[in-house]
Every structure is written in C-alpha cells, then in structure tokens.
C-alpha cells in the first residue's frame, strides 16, 4: 500500500537548536516528494520540491534531502517564526495526487 | 492574481443540510484538486480535475459529494445531507500540470455540522 509516514509527531525546540524531521514513504514511481509548511487554520504553503535521491534544496534555515525510501527536513539554528506544521507528500502518478503524510508539529521556544 | 481563493473560509450547518463551496484556482494552472484535512491529519485526496474533465475521485468521496468544474475555470464541491463526520477543512490546490506536480493550496473552508 502506497504510504507516507512523518516522525516525530511533535518536536519542540529551543530557539537555536537544530534538529531534523524524518518523511518515509512506500510508493512505486516516485515522482516527486514535496515538503509543505502549514500554520493553524491555513492552506499548506509550498516549500520543496525533490526529484531523485541525492537531491538537496535549501531556503534560509530549511534544508531538504531526499533518498531512495526518505526524506529529511533540516532546521538549523531554528527560530520562533518557524513553528508551525510541516507537511511531506508525494506524488507517484500522472495525475498528480498526492498522499500526504500526517505532518510534524513544530514549537520553536524563544 | 494573488492565488487560490476559497469561499466561504467558515461554514456552520445543520446536520441533513446540504453545502457548496466554491475554489477560484490561479488562471493560468489547468489542474485542479480539492482535499479535506482532518485536526493533526494531512490532507487527503477527494478528487481533481483536468480543465473541466473530472479524472479522478477518491473512494473517500461518497455519493452525497459533487463536484463540478465549468469551462475549467472555478469549481464547486457539494455536500449533500451533511453528517458530523463531513466536519473538517476542505482544500483547493492548482497546478500548471504537465510535468510541474507542485501545488498552490487555497486557505480553506472550515466546515462544522452541528
């Protein structure tokens, strides 16, 4: 079955500590694995996108990895405005729907 | 264009009455989804459309949901004699499609069946 798991479920943080947020996922022809960031009582907003493993992209703080079975999102040096829910997904077909994983709740303390 | 708009952002009904939202998606993207998203879950899949061809629905997506999308511009989810457990967000997303996978989400409509 075709699955997407995110760990931990919930990670809270100092402001300053870095940490990493895991997305495995179980899919035949990946065809692309995007991370999301969502705030409360809002859409997911884009973030990454990840073709092929070995693939890296990074935004300010963000850095995304992807292999064969997982991806990572790296926070470094995190800070209050970062706290929100990350979402992963992928996308394993032509039509371009994606299964979505539960999501990372992250609290950034100052 | 600023986005994907979505309307109403609230929607409180009774329990047997029916709904409809509707998405407005970025002019240009051909793709369109709808998603719902339950508290501390990720979205999940209920249908898309190429222009104005509905290509797909999620088994999620019973007979009392519709969906249209007329001459592939906005599009209209319909919930029929809601139930409480219709409760949740419903997502609209676009995309250029082709080979771009990369979604712009709407905001979203709450919906609480009371």
């Known amino acids: 079955e075709d699955q997407v798991t995110q760990s931990p479920e919930a990670l809270r943080l100092q402001e300053g500590e870095s940490s990493s947020l895991n997305c495995s996922y179980t899919v035949s022809g990946l065809r692309g694995l995007f991370w999301y960031r969502q705030d409360p009582g809002k859409g997911p907003e884009f973030l990454f996108t990840?073709?092929?493993a070995g693939e890296e992209k990074e935004k300010e703080r963000l850095k995304a990895t992807l292999t064969k079975k997982e991806s990572f999102l790296h926070i470094t040096a995190p800070k209050p405005e970062d706290s929100a829910t990350y979402l992963c997904?992928?996308?394993?077909?032509?039509?371009?729907?994606?299964?979505f994983g539960q999501g990372t709740e992250l609290s950034v303390k100052p | 264009d600023t986005g994907v708009s979505q309307d109403p952002r609230h929607k409180i009904t009774k329990r047997g009455q029916n709904v409809t939202f509707r998405c407005d998606p970025i002019?240009?993207?051909?793709?369109l989804y709808w998603y719902r998203q339950t508290l501390g879950q990720g979205p999940e899949f209920l249908t898309y459309f190429q222009n104005e061809a509905q290509l797909e629905k999620s088994r999620l997506l019973s007979d009392r949901f519709s969906a249209e999308r007329p001459k592939g511009s906005f599009s209209t989810l319909e919930i029929q004699r809601t139930e409480q457990g219709d409760s949740a967000m419903y997502l609209c997303a676009s995309s250029p499609g082709g080979g771009s996978y990369g979604y712009t989400f709407g905001s979203g409509t709450r919906l609480t069946v009371v």
């Open positions: 997904a992928v996308a394993y077909n032509q039509g371009g729907k994606l299964i």
């Open positions: 002019s240009e993207h051909n793709r």
């Open positions: 990840l073709y092929s």
